[in-house]
């Protein structure tokens, strides 16, 4: 089983929020390395034209 570290929301207008994440999300890369899973996923906001994104970074799982 894959455990969640890390969940990053951003609520925004779609193409400012897209861009933060798409940017969180390579910081993130950088900061954590390959050893985790990067999933994001955006969905529909309370209001017109805004969209909830998020990140979220699991531990990759390892086979023995």
Known sequence: ???TIMQIRVIGA??????????TARRAR????????YRTHTRPARRTGHV?????????????
């Open 1 to 3: 089983m894959n455990t």
């Open 52 to 64: 909830r994104a998020y990140l979220t970074i699991t531990r990759k799982e390892t086979i023995e």
């Open 14 to 23: 779609t193409g400012y929020t897209q861009a933060v994440l798409a940017d």
């Open 30 to 37: 950088l900061l954590l390395g390959d050893g985790h899973t």
